[in-house]
Every structure is written in structure tokens, then in C-alpha cells.
């Protein structure tokens, strides 16, 4: 026991030894934010101020630097509470990601609230109490930890996705992403339960040695195969890969699209952390059972999320459908199992927070009071009003279709090439192939927003306040400013895909380093 | 090694014929005499006064929510109070502070949100 | 030289792009004049180039590190050699992901396979006797378009700054000497381009820009494949792991012949293909896409017709080019024994792609689409040329793209001032108009001669020498090539004769019309001062290497040598090119008089 302060008998932390506390810092500060949130919701009852969140982004501010803290200082043993929970660097990493684009949608927040005429207090709650659930999904090492971190998650996103309270879209995909998500959810708690039937524990470390002596025997193990089958298909619901992404479209339409924002990269850095801890280290032993359907799912994902979304008419339904796309590329990364294929995935869960944080941030930033930006014909022209805004727009788009001087070519790269060195030269193929078809639906996004006639009734659309390119910005009267914060997080994504673009190694030396542990 | 499953799956087969019998056996065999009174919904073999499908107030349901959550709540003080004096000692009294803090803040935050109202 | 050169003409559209976007309140007026002014600079820093490489043009270095087969690479494993060279660490990976869990090493098969070699790219940059001209064709070609822009232009300055980064964009290409580097930039050239065609042009450029891209997309993503492949292919086959251009070129001596296997189909055995010859395809697909040869060019007459006259000068005059740049680049250095494979392959593509494009532009209404095809015809020969893998034909394939790029250039702009005075590019619609416009018929008419081939133009050096490479390879195909010189001449005399020739003829004559009513009523419809300008440094050229071709044929003979020997390494045999390095042809050798 580390006993590193000297506490009074009755001090909790005396019966806890306060590495395990360091450890999980990220955590507690978020889920006490999420309390100090709800208090100040209750003292401030005054709509529309910014004290919360202002207390939500200074709380993710100090998660984010104690995350940092925790990197330089990199603990020799990382796992803590007896192997539960690890804070290594690629939960680290992870963490960065998650919190980072929480930051962003902090700020994009208040303003779209007001517009939108949502700004109720819970939001900010909400927000951070799935926060935490993310940050413990990142560092679970045990089955009971992963569950735990899955279910927090969710929860308050099912309730954020009904959030528009007056809109019919919105309650259908609350409701919609509660009864899948249950539904998923038992599915991951079945496997888990057939696995700890199987192994006897729960930890990922033992299960791992477990394994291990059974991939040496050689023994066909039905019971367990079907465990890691029903825990994957629960994973896969939460990255939302075809097969198992039915829910994505309608939800991520229906729901406001700052939580779509959210949900979109947040939920899906945290889902595919603790799979590429499962597979890439504890269920490694196994690689050669789930190397073949992992890859299957992959490239059912790109071939059916790429090809849908091209018939698509809602904006947010192809970044849906798009988004189901990009998990097929990440699972590339996965089915390599190979420690390039982790280091590439992770390259592009990093490369997607910021490019799909910033496509839907502009969608955001572009909702009017009543309706959220969906509609192609709401993008209409909007070079001509904003070119800054659809500039920014088609940089995003570029990215997520893969082009170099953005991130997200490099992060196709790395995928391309760790699935080449690995021998699996078809997932490579089927993700240049549908790569190309992706072109179809990222630039008609693009020629929309450069070429088309705008809708008389668009022209109201919010501006992005003082940043035209033309440097006047065109403010007409019913415009509302998007406000400052937002206009940042937009431009700050924006230059940060193209330097990263430019400069691959400033995030590929942070994964350098990086070790995944398992307990 | 699978045959240890064996008796699982005679378990499985047995628990079908049991569920399919029984869906499909009872019309088959059972006499029917319909009547009204057999139509109503058994209430404790009262006679309904009113139709079933009226619409409550929604703070029905907020109030019997709100209790559920804190009765659940409150049971974990019992196995606790039993081991207070003999194990946990002071470290149990400041864990289940904390633990009732909480509590009372959910319970503020209830209050003021104005769950408890009835209108 | 010191100074980096090369990244100095990189960054200066860059720079005057930057400078535009800076200069929000800008006239139109100051927007072209900038935009002249940097396309001249740059212009002017190409021609720099040109002059200080030719003065020592065999002083290049392979500037090589690293061992193959334990061997150490030296500059005689590569044939290849480069000037003006710079080269700057970009992503180096010492080790991958350090450690994943100690239980990876335990026993398991799986994992204990060693680390993934470490991926490593450069910004690496320099230039040989083959980029040096387009380079300069490049520079020349931006400017001309810069000159041919109207300041009337509607959202000039975006155009101007979407030029730009397109130039840098080509000059990206042609410079990078890495592979990565290579598809960033060819890719990244792209944007700019699509941009241009979706924001001015005819009604239908939505339609055409998004064909030009996906076209182009989908082969290049092969290409990034194969980008991928070839660094681990040969990194498996030689030790040497890089994405290094001249690394890989002088690696690729130490491949040894794998066509040992063969596989039989309809009574005829064939060579199994090995992994370069599929990577070689994959290249060659991105290349063949970008050219283009039949059956890939859909894209290109839907995106010729549809582009504005200043953006086609550089499209059609360079980017076009970029893909015959890389066969000789990369599908003659990296795979030599593969070239040779499919040697018939492609020079069959090339040959169809004459053909079809002469017979296509022959049965054209569209005076644009007629020179679109045409272009596709001109750049079979390029291909022709390369393929016959000899020095002769790389020799005219080298000068050609310059040639062509001189031509086709001239050509839409001839044609798009056609367009844009009558407002049809219908041919039938238009005739005579030698009355109106003396000075743009007597232009006009060179051009079309250049673009026929005719002796003492440009044109004809080229094809004469593409045709005596094919002949040495193939005598058959050689004829069958030579039907396209005659199919050129039928089309371009019907456009010349059609355009200029005849009664007049304009669109909607009106009830008058007698030639003096019509040409009463068009007023002034001559070449404007600008518009000479803009094509007369291309008319000159085209006269001048017509006449007096001996300077280009020396000096592209070197290179043309250097490529022929790098694909020349087929039998994997000998990597010190014993029998290569006996005929290594100096230009100042060749040429009789020293030039230093």
C-alpha cells in the first residue's frame, strides 16, 4: 500500500490505496464535474447564462491536463484496483481523443442550445456523465468494468438523443437507440457471462493465461468462441458496424446534431479502445478464430455503409452512413491484430475525431430554431454566403474521402499498409474500392454547397461571426451570430486536419511509445 | 468435451416440448364455454367499474419512480447497519455519508426541479 | 546550387496564392496582374533550372544509403541519377507499438513474428532530364493561361488562387522523389483541379468533374496499393525498406527473375505473375487513367468539353502529361522485368488509343470534343513511344509530351476563342470565318499543321522517332501507328477547313446574309493583343523545335538512355549493367561540340 500522504484513520483514501485513486483521476474529476454540474444547474435556475458550461469545459480542461499529467509521468504499472483498471498510454490516448472532442462540443453547445431553444441545464449533466463513461470504458481491464463503462455511456445518451423533447425524429431515436441498445447490451453481458463460465474469471489478464493454455492445447472451445462472438457483437453495435448498425442512421438523423456530434466520434473512440484491448492483447491468443470474421465485418461495413449512403438525401443520414463506413476502415485495423494494425487504428480514430467533429460541428453550427441543418438543399450555395464555413465543410469532406494534405489520408495509409504487411491484402482492396465510391456522396456535398442556388428561406442561416473570407462578414438581420467559441472549435478542426495532414508524425510519435496492457 | 453439455441440451429439448405442449395441447384438449363474465379482465374477482385504458396523470408514474429509486436506495442501509458497530467502523460511517450526500443532492435536485409537485 | 531551388518554385504559387487570399479588396485588374507576375516567377525559376541542369546535365547523384542483400547500394545499381536534390526526415517510426504485453512473445506462434519493419518517408525532392522539361512546360504553360484568363472572370480571384495551387501541385509531382511524397502531391493536385471544374464551365461540368475524379481516384488508390506493395515487396526480396525513389530504383537491381513458374490456358503456357507485375499493373492503371489511354479515357471528353479555356491550357497542356511522366518514371525504373512483360500490352493500348481517338475526333460535331479526341490520339503515341522501351522511342515520347503540351495548349485556345466569340462549338454552325479573323485563321492554321505532324513542325520530330522506336520493336504496329499521322491530318484540315474556310457562316446570320452584312454586323472579331500574346511563345516554340530540333534530341537522348537502362535490368542477372553502361550516351558526345 502506497502510502504517499499521511490521512487521518477515518479518510477514506487510507482504506484505498491512493495510486488506485491517481489512477482513475480522469474519471473521478469528469463524474464529480457531473455533480458539481447538477448542483450549479439547481443554484442558477436562469436560462441560457454560460456558467454551466463554462464549469462542464473547465471540468474537461482538468481531466484533459491531469490525462496529460499522467502521460508524461507514465507509471511503470499502470493497472490499478487489482487489475480492473489500467491508465497506460493507450488508454491515454484514448482518453485525449474522447476529452478533446467533449471540449469541442462543449463549445459548440450554448449557441446551438439557444438556437435550437433546448437550453435546459440536464444537457451539460448528461454530457458528462456519459464523459465518464467513456473515460472508464478506455481503462477497463475487467469484464465487470467494461459493462459498467458501457452502461454509463449509454444511458445518458439515450436520453440526449431525445433530447429535442418536441420533435417526433428525436423521440423515435431516443427510443430507438434504448431498445437496440438494450438490447445489445445483453448481448454483451451473455458473452461475458459464457466467457466467465468458461475461464472463471473476469479480469482480462487471467482470461488471457486461460487462453493461452487453451490455444496451446488446441481445444476447440465452443462455449467460450460463443462468449467472444456475443461480447463482439455487442461491441460492434456501440461502433456501430454493419451488421449490427441498423440503429445508426435513424438515430444519429434524429437526434440534435450537437449530440450526434457526440455520439458519432466520442462513443465510438470509447467503443473501439476497449475492443482493440480485447482483441489485440487479451483475446490475441485466439487471433486466428476471430481474424476471419472480423474481417468479414469490416468489409461488410465499408462495402454497405459507402454504397447506402450514396442514395442518401439527409445530410446527417450519409455522415450516418459514413460513419458506419469509417468503423468498417478502423476494424482493418483490428482484424490485422498485429501491433501496426493498433497503432493504425488508433492514427485513425485520432484522424476521425477531428474530421467528423468538424463536419458536424458545420451542420450545427448551420441548425436554425425548429429544424436541424439536414437537407442538401440547406447547404445550397453556401460558398456564396459563407465561404469560410463551406470551405471548411469541403475540407472535412476531402478528409473523410481520404485525400492527402488532409489527416485523413494518413490515416488510411497506415491502415492500408499495417493490412498489406499483415497479408491481408482483400481488406486493403475493398477499402480503396470503396473509398472510390465514397467520392460519390463526399464530393456531391461539396458541388452542392460551391455550385448550387440557395433556398430563399436559407438565407437566415446563422454566419460564422467575423471570419467571412471575403472579410465582411454577411450579417443579415435575422442572422444570430454563432459566437466565438464555436467558430474556433470549427476552424480549429479544420487546422488541425490539414497540419496533421501535412505533419503525420506529430501523432504518430505519441503512439510510438505506447504499451496496452491488460491487467 | 462437448458431451459434457449433454444433459444442457436434453435440458433445452425438454424445456421446447414442455413450451410447445402446453401452447398447443390445452386448446386442443380443454372444453370451451365462452361467456362474458370469462371475457372480463380478472380484477381479484371483482367486477371492473371502469375501463382499464384510462389515462393517469403523469406524476403517477414520476412519484412511483422517485420512490422506487430511493426505497432501493435505502435497503442498502440495512445489511450496513448491521455491520456498522462489529466491522466497518468509523470508515463505514464517512463511506456511508458520502453515499447519503449523494442521495440528498438527487434528492435536491428532485425538489427543485419540482418533480415533487403535484401540478 | 545551393540554394534549394526546387522548393523555392514549389512554394512560390504557394506564396502567391496566400498573397491573393490576403488581399481581399483586390481589383481585378491587380488579382491577374499578381497572378502573371507569379506565374512568370515561376516561370523564370523553371527556366534557371532548365538552363543550370542542361549546362551539367550527367552530373546527378544517386545519393544513396543503405545495404541490399548485405551488399551496399551504390550509384552504379542506379541508372537513374538526380540534380538539385533535397531531402528532409518527414515521418520516421524507429520501432512500432514498443510492447504490447509480455504475453505475446509466450509461445504463441502468432505474435512472435518480428516488429513490422519501420515506416520511413521523406520530403525528398530533385529532378532529372526528363522533369527538367516538363518543369519548364509547366512554368511556361501557367503563365499562358494566366495571360489567357480574362479579368472579366467571374469569381477571379478564387480561380487565380485555385490555378495556383494546382501549379504547385504539378510541380509537386514532378519534383518528388519519394514515393509518398509522389502521391501526396498527386493526389493533393486533385483538389485544386476539381474545384476549378465544378466552380466555371458549361452546364454539365458537375457532371464532368465528378467522372474526372472518380476516374482518377479509383486508379490512383491502386497506385497507393501498389505504393504500399512495392515497399514491402521489395523490402522482402532485397533487405531494403524505404518509400525512397532512387533507393528503390538502384534496389531494384538486386530483384532477382521470378518468372520461373508458368500456368497454361487455351493450349498456351503463360508466365505467372509475380508481385512486382502486379504492382507494375496497379501503377500503370493510375497512369494509363491519368494519360488516358482507351479504355479509360471516359472521363476526358466530358471534362475537356466542360472546362473554361484558361484552366484547359494547363490541364490539357500538362496535367495530362503527368501520367506518361509516370510510366517512364516509375513503371520503367521500378519494375524493368514487368515492362518488359507487358510491353505488348501497353504499346497494343497505345496503338488503339491513336486509332480510336483519330477515328473519334473524325466523327465529332463539337469542335472542343474534336480536339479532345485528338488529344487522346497525340498521347497514344507518347505511350507508344515509351513502350517500345528503346532509346529512340522514349526519345520522341519525351520530347512529344513537350510538344504536345505546346500544341493541345494552343489548340483550346484557339478553339475557346472560337467558342467564346460565336457562341457555338457546333462546327456545322461556323465557316468562313478566315474574313473575319485573318490573323487567328494564319494562326490557326500553324497549330492545326503542328497537330498533324507536318515536317518542319514540332509535332513531327516526336512522331518520327516514337515511329522508329515502335518499328524496332513491332514493324506491324509501327505501320498501323503511322495510319493515326494520316487519320491526323484528315481531322485537323476538317477543322481548320471547316472553321475558316468556305462561305461564312455564324450562328444566327440573321436575314442578311451576304458576307459584307455579316461581317459589318460582327464589328471587330479578330485575335485581341492579349490573346497574340498569350499564343505566340507557343507558336514560336512549335516553329522552332520544328526547325531546328538538334538542342531537345541531344539533351533528352541522355535521359531517354538513363530510363532505357533502368528497364533494361529485366534479366536480374547483373546488377552493374555491364552491358548498359557500354553505350551511356553523353550530350556533349552526342552532340559533337562540348557544352561546358
Known amino acids: 500500500m502506497t502510502t504517499l500522504l499521511s490521512l487521518p484513520p477515518w479518510f477514506p483514501l487510507h482504506f484505498v490505496p491512493a495510486s488506485n485513486l491517481v489512477g482513475i483521476l480522469p474519471v473521478l474529476i469528469v463524474g464529480g464535474g457531473s455533480v458539481l454540474v447538477l448542483l450549479a444547474d439547481l443554484a442558477v435556475p436562469r436560462r441560457g447564462n454560460l456558467v454551466l458550461p463554462v464549469i462542464s469545459g473547465v471540468v474537461v480542461l482538468g481531466a484533459l491536463g491531469t490525462a496529460v499529467g499522467q502521460w508524461i509521468l507514465n507509471a511503470t504499472n499502470p493497472v490499478v484496483f487489482n487489475g480492473a483498471f489500467a491508465d497506460d498510454r493507450f488508454a491515454l490516448f484514448a482518453d485525449f481523443v474522447v476529452l478533446l472532442t467533449a471540449l469541442a462540443v462543449i463549445c459548440l453547445s450554448p449557441g446551438y442550445l439557444r438556437r435550437r431553444g433546448m437550453e435546459e441545464g440536464e444537457y451539460y449533466i448528461l454530457l458528462l456523465a456519459s464523459l465518464t463513461g467513456m473515460l472508464v470504458l478506455s481503462g477497463a481491464t475487467n469484464l465487470i468494468v467494461i459493462f459498467l463503462g458501457v452502461e454509463l455511456l449509454s444511458i445518458p445518451l439515450y436520453v440526449l438523443a431525445g433530447f429535442a423533447r418536441d420533435e417526433p425524429l428525436s423521440q423515435e431515436a431516443a427510443m430507438k437507440y434504448l431498445l437496440l441498445g438494450g438490447f445489445a447490451s445483453g448481448f454483451l453481458l451473455y458473452g461475458m457471462a459464457l466467457i466467465y463460465g468458461e475461464t472463471g474469471h473476469t479480469g482480462l489478464a487471467a482470461i488471457h493465461q486461460q487462453l493461452l493454455q487453451g490455444a496451446l492445447s488446441h481445444s476447440f472451445d465452443p462455449m467460450l468462441l460463443a462468449g467472444i462472438a456475443l461480447l463482439s457483437v455487442g461491441l460492434l453495435f456501440k461502433v456501430s458496424a454493419a451488421p449490427f448498425q441498423w440503429w445508426t442512421p435513424d438515430v444519429y438523423q434524429g437526434s440534435p446534431a450537437i449530440v450526434t456530434t457526440f455520439m458519432s466520434v466520442a462513443t465510438k473512440v470509447a467503443a473501439f479502445a476497449v475492443f482493440l484491448r480485447l482483441f489485440s492483447a487479451t483475446l490475441a491468443p485466439y487471433r486466428s478464430e476471430w481474424e476471419v470474421p472480423i474481417a468479414v465485418v469490416a468489409i461488410i461495413s465499408m462495402v454497405f455503409g459507402n454504397l447506402v449512403a450514396v442514395a442518401q438525401t439527409s445530410v446527417k443520414r450519409v455522415l450516418a452512413y459514413s460513419g458506419i463506413a469509417q468503423a468498417g476502415y478502423i476494424l482493418i485495423g483490428v482484424a490485422v491484430g498485429s501491433p501496426d494494425g493498433t497503432q493504425a487504428a488508433l492514427y485513425y480514430l485520432a484522424a476521425y475525431a477531428f474530421m467528423n467533429t468538424g463536419a458536424f460541428a458545420v451542420l450545427t453550427i448551420l441548425s436554425q430554431r425548429g429544424e436541424d441543418c439536414d437537407r442538401y438543399s440547406q447547404l445550397a450555395g453556401l460558398w456564396r454566403r459563407q465561404p469560410l464555413l463551406a470551405g471548411l465543410m469541403a475540407l472535412f469532406m476531402l478528409s473523410l474521402a481520404g485525400f492527402p494534405m488532409t489527416v485523413g489520408f494518413f490515416g488510411k495509409f497506415f491502415l492500408f499498409s499495417a493490412a498489406i504487411h499483415d497479408g491481408q491484402l482483400p481488406l486493403a482492396i475493398w477499402g480503396i474500392l470503396t473509398s472510390a465510391v465514397s467520392l460519390f456522396y463526399y464530393l456531391r456535398v461539396i458541388l452542392v454547397m460551391f455550385t448550387a442556388v440557395p433556398d430563399a428561406d436559407s438565407d437566415t442561416a446563422p454566419t460564422l461571426a467575423g471570419l467571412s473570407l471575403e472579410g465582411t462578414a454577411v450579417a443579415s438581420s435575422t442572422a444570430a451570430s454563432v459566437g466565438i467559441p464555436a467558430g474556433v472549435v470549427v476552424v480549429l478542426a479544420g487546422v488541425g486536419t490539414v497540419v496533421l495532414g501535412i505533419f503525420p508524425a506529430l501523432i504518430y510519435t505519441l503512439l510510438q511509445g505506447i504499451t496496452v496492457v491488460h491487467g | 468435451m462437448l458431451f459434457d453439455y449433454l444433459p444442457l441440451l436434453v435440458f433445452l429439448v425438454m424445456v421446447a416440448a414442455l413450451g410447445v405442449g402446453l401452447t398447443f395441447g390445452i386448446p386442443l384438449l380443454g372444453p370451451r364455454h365462452p361467456s362474458t363474465a370469462k371475457g372480463l379482465p380478472y380484477e381479484c374477482g371483482i367486477v371492473p367499474a371502469e375501463t382499464a385504458r384510462r389515462r393517469f396523470s403523469v406524476t403517477f408514474y414520476l412519484t412511483a419512480m422517485l420512490f422506487i429509486v430511493f426505497d432501493v436506495e435505502a435497503i442498502f442501509l440495512y445489511p450496513w447497519a448491521v455491520l456498522v458497530r462489529s466491522t466497518l467502523h468509523i470508515f463505514g460511517l464517512v463511506e456511508m455519508t458520502i453515499f447519503i450526500a449523494l442521495l440528498a443532492v438527487a434528492l435536491l435536485y428532485v425538489w427543485r426541479k419540482g418533480a415533487l409537485e403535484w401540478d | 546550387m545551393n540554394w534549394p531551388i526546387l522548393t523555392v518554385l514549389l512554394l512560390v504559387p504557394v506564396a502567391g496564392a496566400l498573397l491573393l487570399l490576403a488581399l481581399p479588396g483586390a481589383r481585378p485588374g491587380a488579382i491577374r496582374a499578381i497572378l502573371m507576375a507569379v506565374t512568370a516567377v515561376t516561370l523564370g525559376l523553371s527556366c534557371v533550372l532548365l538552363v543550370v541542369f542542361l549546362a551539367v546535365p550527367t552530373s546527378g547523384t544517386a545519393k544513396l544509403s543503405g545495404t541490399a542483400n548485405g551488399q551496399a547500394l551504390s550509384q552504379v545499381h542506379s541508372p537513374v541519377t538526380f540534380q538539385f536534390q533535397e531531402q528532409v526526415n518527414w515521418l ?86 519519394d514515393l509518398v511524397l509522389f502521391y501526396f502531391f498527386w493526389e493533393a493536385a486533385l483538389i485544386p483541379l476539381y474545384f476549378l471544374m465544378i466552380g466555371w464551365g458549361d452546364e454539365r461540368r458537375g457532371r464532368s468533374a465528378l467522372k474526372f475524379i472518380i476516374y482518377t481516384v479509383a486508379g490512383s488508390l491502386f497506385m497507393l496499393l501498389a505504393i504500399i506493395g512495392v515497399y514491402f515487396v521489395t523490402g522482402a526480396q532485397t533487405g531494403v525498406y524505404t518509400f525512397d525513389v532512387p533507393t528503390l530504383i538502384a534496389a531494384q537491381s538486386f530483384v532477382q527473375s521470378t518468372h520461373a513458374t508458368t500456368f497454361s490456358l487455351f493450349g498456351h503456357s503463360f508466365p505467372a505473375l509475380n508481385p512486382q507485375d502486379w504492382l507494375f499493373l496497379a ?201 493515326g499521322v494520316i487519320l491526323a491530318a484528315w481531322y485537323m484540315l476538317r477543322l481548320y477547313q471547316g472553321l475558316t474556310q468556305g462561305p461564312l457562316r455564324i450562328p444566327g446570320g440573321g436575314d442578311d446574309s451576304t458576307p459584307a452584312a455579316i461581317l459589318g454586323r460582327l464589328g471587330r472579331v479578330d485575335l485581341s493583343p492579349v490573346e497574340i500574346v498569350a499564343l505566340a511563345p507557343l507558336v514560336g516554340l512549335m516553329i522552332l523545335i520544328g526547325v531546328y530540333p538538334g538542342p531537345i534530341i541531344r539533351y533528352s537522348r541522355y535521359s531517354a538512355d538513363q530510363y532505357v537502362r533502368a528497364a533494361d535490368r529485366s534479366t536480374g542477372q547483373d546488377p552493374v549493367l555491364s552491358t548498359a553502361s557500354a553505350r551511356i550516351i553523353r550530350p556533349d558526345q552526342a552532340g559533337g561540340k562540348s557544352s561546358r
Open chain 3, 283 to 483: 501503377f500503370a492503371l493510375a497512369f494509363a487513367i491519368k494519360v488516358p489511354l482507351v479504355p479509360f479515357h471516359g472521363w476526358l471528353p466530358d471534362a475537356y468539353a466542360s472546362g473554361k479555356t484558361p484552366f484547359l491550357v494547363f490541364f490539357t497542356g500538362i496535367v495530362s502529361k503527368l501520367g506518361a511522366f509516370g510510366f517512364i518514371r516509375y513503371n520503367l525504373t521500378l519494375f524493368p522485368q514487368a515492362s518488359h512483360l507487358f510491353q505488348p500490352l501497353l504499346m497494343g493500348l497505345a496503338v488503339a488509343s491513336i486509332l480510336y481517338g483519330a477515328l473519334a475526333a473524325l466523327a465529332q460535331s463539337d469542335i472542343k470534343r474534336t480536339v479532345a479526341y485528338a488529344s487522346i490520339s497525340h498521347l497514344g503515341f507518347v505511350v507508344l513511344g515509351i513502350f517500345a522501351l528503346n532509346i529512340d522511342g522514349l526519345n520522341g515520347a519525351i520530347i512529344q509530351m513537350v510538344n504536345h503540351g505546346l500544341i493541345i495548349a494552343a489548340l483550346f485556345i484557339c478553339v475557346g476563342i472560337f467558342e467564346a466569340r460565336f457562341g457555338t462549338r457546333r462546327l456545322r454552325d461556323l465557316g468562313g470565318l478566315a474574313k473575319a479573323m485573318p490573323v487567328m485563321a494564319g494562326i490557326f492554321l500553324v497549330v492545326a499543321l503542328a497537330g498533324l505532324g507536318m515536317p518542319l513542325m514540332n509535332s513531327f520530330v516526336g512522331e518520327f522517332l516514337i515511329l522508329l522506336g515502335a518499328f524496332q520493336v513491332s514493324p506491324a504496329w509501327a505501320v498501323v501507328a503511322s495510319l
Open chain 3, 92 to 177: 520516421h517510426s524507429g520501432a512500432s507499438l514498443s510492447q504490447v504485453h509480455p504475453a505475446f512473445n509466450e509461445g504463441n506462434n502468432a505474435f512472435n513474428q518480428a516488429g513490422p519493419p519501420p515506416i520511413n518517408f521523406s520530403y525528398h525532392v530533385g529532378v532529372d532530364g526528363l522533369s527538367v522539361w516538363l518543369i519548364a512546360l509547366a512554368g511556361l504553360l501557367f503563365l499562358v493561361a494566366a495571360v489567357v484568363l480574362s479579368r472579366k472572370e467571374e469569381r477571379l480571384r478564387s480561380f487565380a488562387v485555385l490555378m495556383l495551387l494546382s501549379e504547385a501541385g504539378v510541380i509537386g509531382v514532378l519534383t518528388s522523389l
